[in-house]
């Protein structure tokens, strides 16, 4: 783009590019087309504004995390599209951020439309509610409320979308969803997270799609925990609570015994995504033992595991005091697909950890785009809705199946 490129200019090129690698709904596309994204970026450059980037709006001084950031905006576009909002519709967002999204939101309900925004953070409650005043959105309703308890006073709504990643779903929310509304939230298991798109049915949440995203986890739900490997904290794992990670145990395999690789015959190009075959392994009968590993880029220098698939964030079946991890090496023997898939594994049950996770990754090479179908039943319910692999949390059970 040219350096004096006009904001109009520079929002319809961050469109267009958006819909060279993901579709958007005519609404979703004119509203990010319409609504000006600098306005709620005061102090950031034009260019930063239009760029497919988060922005940190708010630093989080106990964490590496933010507190509130401006969302990547194709991730922005992508659930909306979810989302499919109708004009007219009642909308609640959980996590205000910069307001933007609670702007479009807002240009996608119309007159007619009703739009809440909350957050527990008085600062950015504050923010989303001057940046849309200045933008023009007086209509939307800003609350500082905890995003867990929602906001009942306006409910029912038609959709619900959370703009923070959650661990599971809060039981305030299920009355506050009218029967066939939609809800959008990023939902994490197992170490990884995607943005799910879910219909209420009665007492059950039925997934209409999910796809890979990332975001600032909400506060007040703790049942994600992280097992540091070794003293210095440079391996990592992520898993639920209800999974049993023994650090000393891995750790001594991981210092003690050789690591061993197995390569799959599942084959990739160089931009194709393999995060399939964690989101396969997850949804797969009987295994509970799959996590994250995160490694930093110190522990990949001093060579103290072999090279994880993408070492902030890989799928690893952890058992006891063993694991096997996803691992991509590059052969050249097909030029469209040269890296291959393949596990690398540590501890006396490495052998047989390894090729369980060849298993998913075959599994996954088979039926490459496929998506598990989630339901979601609240614990209080007799039993999972319909057959599938169970992953019970606090409030609620999902079930995923092929």
């Known amino acids: 783009m040219s350096p004096t490129a006009t904001s109009e200019e520079l929002r319809n090129h961050l469109v267009d590019t958006i819909l060279q690698g993901q579709p958007l709904t005519p609404a979703v596309e004119q509203a990010m087309r319409t609504v000006p994204r600098e306005t709620f970026l ?101 609350m500082e409320r905890d995003g867990l308890i929602g906001a009942p006073e306006n409910a029912p709504y038609d959709r619900m979308i959370a703009a923070v990643g959650l661990w599971d779903v809060p039981a305030a929310w299920w009355e506050q969803l009218r029967e066939g509304g939609r809800l959008v939230l990023p939902l994490r298991w197992r170490g990884q997270t995607r943005s799910v798109a879910l219909t209420r049915r009665g007492d059950t949440l039925v997934s209409e799609g999910m796809e890979l995203c990332g975001f600032v986890p909400i506060i007040g739900q703790d049942g994600e925990k992280t097992t540091a490997l070794n003293a210095e904290a440079r391996i990592l794992v992520i898993h639920d609570e209800d999974q049993a990670v023994d650090a000393a145990a891995l750790g001594t395999s991981l210092t003690t015994t050789p690591g061993i690789e197995v390569m799959s015959e599942q084959r990739i190009g160089g931009e194709e995504s393999f995060d399939g075959v964690w989101l396969r392994a997850t949804a797969t009968a009987t295994d509970d033992r799959v996590c994250r590993l995160q490694v930093t880029p110190e522990a990949v220098a001093d060579e103290l595991v072999l090279r994880p698939a993408v070492p902030v964030r890989t799928p690893v079946l952890v058992d006891g005091d063993s694991l096997a991890y996803l691992i991509v090496r590059r052969e050249g023997v097909d030029p469209q697909r040269p890296h291959r898939l393949g596990a690398a594994a540590y501890g006396p049950h490495a052998e047989k950890l390894a090729q369980d996770l060849i298993a998913h990754i075959e599994d996954w090479g088979a039926a490459r785009t496929a998506v598990p179908r989630m339901t979601i039943t609240p614990v209080k319910a007799d039993a999972a809705a319909g057959s599938g692999h169970v992953i019970s949390k606090r409030e609620t059970r999902l079930t995923l199946s092929y």
Request: proline share 5%; glycine share 10%; net charge negative.
């Open 42 to 142: 005061p102090g950031i450059d034009l260019d930063e504004a239009y760029a497919d980037q988060a922005v940190i709006i708010k630093d989080n001084p106990d964490g590496p995390l933010a507190l509130s950031c401006a969302s990547v905006p194709s991730v922005v576009g992508m659930m909306l599209t979810q989302l499919d909002v109708q004009p007219g519709d009642n909308i609640l967002e959980i996590g205000a951020g910069t307001g933007y999204n609670a702007a479009l939101l807002d240009e996608l309900a119309g007159g007619d439309g009703n739009v809440t925004s909350i957050d527990i953070d008085s600062d950015v409650a504050l923010h989303a509610r001057t940046m849309l005043d200045r933008a023009g959105h007086q209509r939307v309703h800003v």
